[in-house]
C-alpha cells in the first residue's frame, strides 16, 4: 500500500532543540516519495536554518504570515488546503497552548486553523514543563479534538535533565504518518496484545511476580504498528515507554488482565498473549503487612483463569499467537501447547541460564497446526518484525486476511 509516497506533508516546526531532529523527519518522508513544505515558527529559525530545511525538501520554507512574496505563490489558505496531514514536531509548550486556543498570530497557527487536513502532534519539552497541569490540560484538550499525539519519550534531555519529554524519534514520526496514510501489512487491522509480568500480592507491599521485562510484548506492539495495525497493549508492571501509537492499559493482577482483554476482545483481528501471567494468585491477600513473627509462613494459592485459552476458545474469537517459554523440551512441550490450547500459532523460547526474559536479544521457534519455522537470534525489534511476518502468512492463509 502507498503510505505517505505522493501526499502532500506540512510540516510545522516550532522553537526547540528538538527542531534538528525534523530535518531527519523531512528527509525520511521527501524519501518516503511524500511532498514535503515547511512552515518555521520564528522560535524555530533560531534553532534551524530554514535553508537546511529548503535543501532537504527542495521547496521553499515559509516562516511568515504577512510575506508578501510567498503568498503571490501559495497563500496561506491554499497551502492550508494543499496539506493531506499535517505533523507539528517538535510541538513546544507554547505552540501547543496556543493551539489549544486557537490563536492564530502567525502562520503556522493560522494554518493549523485553516486546514482540515488530519493534525499529528510530536511534543518535545523539558520534562517538569510536561507534567506542568497547563500543559496535561492543553494536552487533553487537543486529544478531545482528535489531534494524533506522538511521544514524547522518556530519556535524557538536552537541558541535562532524564525524564519524559524528549521528542519521538524521526523514524517513529514517520512510521506513523505512513500508517495514518494507509501503509503496512496489517493496514486496518486490530491487534490486542498482552505483556509483561502479573504481580500477584499476599499482603499491600508484597506480591508474587516473575521476571518477564515486557520487551518482547512491547517490541511485537511497535512491529504491528510500523506494520499499520491498531494496537492495544495491556501490559503488566514494566519499566518501559510506550512505543509511539500504541494505545496502553496498565494492570497489576492476571483477573485485571483478563478483564482489560475481554472489555476489547470483541472489536479484535488479532491476538497475541506475550504476558507472563502468573499461573497462581494468593488466595485471601492480608489487609496488612505480615509480620515475621513465625518461623513459616504458608500461603494458599489459588489457579489463575487462563486467558489465552479463554481468547481461544471464542467462537468467531481472534487469530491467536501464543509465547510460551519453556527450560526444557521446547519443541514437543510448545508443539502440546498449540494444540491443548487450540492455539492459531505459538512462539516458544527456552528461559534459564539467563536467556530470554531480561535480554534485548532473543531467538523463537514458531509453530502452527501444519508447520513450525526457526527465527534465530537477533533483537527483540527485528524477531518481532520477523514473528508479524509469519504471522500475516498464517492469518492470510487462514482466510483471515480477507
Ligand atoms: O501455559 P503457559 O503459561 O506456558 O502458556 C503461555 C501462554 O499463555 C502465553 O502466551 C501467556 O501469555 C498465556 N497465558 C495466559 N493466561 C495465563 C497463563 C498463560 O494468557 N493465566
Given at each position: 500500500m502507498a503510505g505517505v509516497a505522493n501526499q502532500n506533508i506540512l510540516l510545522g516546526v516550532t522553537g526547540g532543540i528538538a527542531a534538528y531532529k525534523s530535518v531527519e523527519l523531512a528527509r525520511l518522508l521527501v524519501k518516503g516519495g511524500a511532498r514535503v513544505r515547511v512552515v518555521m515558527t520564528e522560535a524555530?529559525?533560531?534553532?534551524?536554518?530554514?535553508?537546511?530545511?529548503?535543501?532537504?525538501?527542495?521547496?521553499?520554507?515559509?516562516?511568515q504570515l504577512f510575506d508578501e512574496a510567498h503568498e503571490a505563490a501559495m497563500g496561506h489558505i491554499e497551502l492550508a488546503r494543499w496539506a493531506d496531514q499535517m505533523i507539528i514536531a517538535p510541538a513546544s509548550a507554547d505552540f501547543m497552548a496556543r493551539m489549544a486556543q486557537g490563536l492564530a498570530d502567525d502562520l503556522l497557527s493560522t494554518l493549523y486553523l485553516a486546514s482540515t487536513a488530519s493534525v499529528t502532534v510530536a511534543p518535545a519539552m523539558n520534562r517538569r514543563m510536561w507534567r506542568h497541569p497547563a500543559v496535561q490540560h492543553n494536552l487533553s484538550l487537543l486529544e478531545d479534538r482528535g489531534i494524533r499525539i506522538l511521544g514524547p519519550e522518556t530519556g535524557e534531555q538536552a537541558c541535562g535533565d532524564t525524564g519524559i519529554g524528549r521528542m519521538s524519534e524521526p523514524s517513529e514520526i514517520f512510521a506513523a504518518?505512513?500508517?495514518?496514510?494507509?501503509?503496512?501489512?496489517?493496514?486496518?487491522?486490530?491487534?490486542?496484545?498482552?505483556?509483561?509480568?502479573?504481580?500477584?500480592?499476599?499482603?499491600?507491599?508484597?506480591?508474587?511476580?516473575?521476571?518477564?521485562s515486557g520487551k518482547m510484548g512491547f517490541a511485537v506492539a511497535q512491529a504491528f504498528v510500523r506494520e499499520g495495525a491498531e494496537v492495544l497493549l495491556v501490559s503488566g508492571p514494566v519499566q518501559l515507554a510506550t512505543p509511539a501509537g500504541v494505545q496502553r492499559i496498565n494492570v497489576q493482577t492476571?483477573?485485571?488482565?483478563?478483564?482489560?482483554?475481554?472489555?476489547?476482545?470483541?472489536?479484535?483481528?488479532?491476538?497475541?498473549a506475550c504476558a507472563a501471567v502468573a499461573d497462581y494468585r494468593p488466595e485471601s491477600p492480608r489487609e496488612n503487612k505480615i509480620k515475621k513473627t513465625d518461623d513459616r509462613l504458608e500461603l494458599n494459592l489459588l489457579r489463575n483463569p487462563d486467558i489465552l485459552a479463554e481468547v481461544a476458545a471464542l467462537e468467531k474469537g481472534p487469530f491467536t499467537l501464543g509465547f510460551a517459554a519453556e527450560t526444557e523440551n521446547l519443541a514437543e512441550n510448545a508443539r502440546a501447547k498449540l494444540s491443548k490450547k487450540k492455539l492459531d500459532m505459538l512462539a516458544a523460547n527456552?528461559?534459564?541460564?539467563?536467556?530470554?526474559?531480561?535480554?534485548?536479544?532473543?531467538?523463537?521457534?514458531?509453530?502452527?497446526?501444519?508447520?513450525?519455522?526457526?527465527?534465530?537470534l537477533q533483537n527483540k525489534q527485528q524477531l518481532a518484525h520477523a514473528l508479524i511476518t509469519l504471522l500475516e502468512q498464517q492469518y492470510r492463509d487462514a482466510g483471515r486476511g480477507d
Open positions: 524555530a529559525c533560531r534553532f534551524v536554518s530554514p535553508l537546511t530545511f529548503q535543501a532537504v525538501t527542495a521547496n521553499p520554507v515559509r516562516t504518518l505512513d500508517v495514518a496514510a494507509g501503509s503496512g501489512l496489517f493496514a486496518g487491522r486490530k491487534v490486542l496484545i498482552t505483556a509483561g509480568p502479573t504481580h500477584e500480592p499476599f499482603d499491600p507491599v508484597r506480591f508474587i511476580g516473575n521476571r518477564s492476571a483477573l485485571q488482565m483478563r478483564e482489560a482483554v475481554f472489555d476489547n476482545i470483541q472489536a479484535v483481528d488479532i491476538f497475541v527456552r528461559v534459564g541460564d539467563d536467556l530470554g526474559f531480561e535480554s534485548d536479544d532473543n531467538s523463537l521457534l514458531v509453530l502452527w497446526p501444519n508447520g513450525e519455522k526457526q527465527l534465530p
